[in-house]
């Protein structure tokens, strides 16, 4: 059974730095695409950042310069480091996992930035 086990978010202040990560486990096969998406109240689940097993990523829009994106394929496990944050970052992120054409979503971890 495969479970995603999230970190790292929690309070910060604008400008400020957090680091999230996910470790997967009960995998056996290479993992196609890791990735985080974020979702506020009363709005739609957004996609932050992806990365496939070869290392090419994708960052939305209004993260590029900001956040970076990073995997261990050794421990299945993939990075967020976010820096300069902002308000507007505050959401819910989700770790997501895509093992041929299933998708695995973790459990959640707020992320809080203050003005």
């Known amino acids: 059974q495969v479970q995603l086990v999230e970190s790292g978010g929690g309070l910060v202040q604008a400008g400020g730095s957090l680091r999230l990560s996910c470790a997967a486990s009960g995998i056996r096969i290479t993992i196609n695409r890791m990735g985080w998406y974020r979702q506020t109240p009363g709005k739609q689940r957004e996609l932050v950042a992806t990365i496939t097993g070869g290392g090419t990523t994708i960052y939305a829009d209004p993260v590029k310069g900001r956040f970076t994106i990073s995997r261990d394929n050794a421990k299945n496990t993939v990075y967020l480091q976010m820096n300069n944050l902002k308000p507007e970052d505050t959401a819910v992120y989700y770790c997501?996992?895509?093992?041929?054409?299933?998708?695995?979503w973790g459990q959640g971890t707020q992320v809080t930035v203050s003005s």
């Open positions: 997501n996992v895509v093992i041929i054409v299933s998708n695995y």
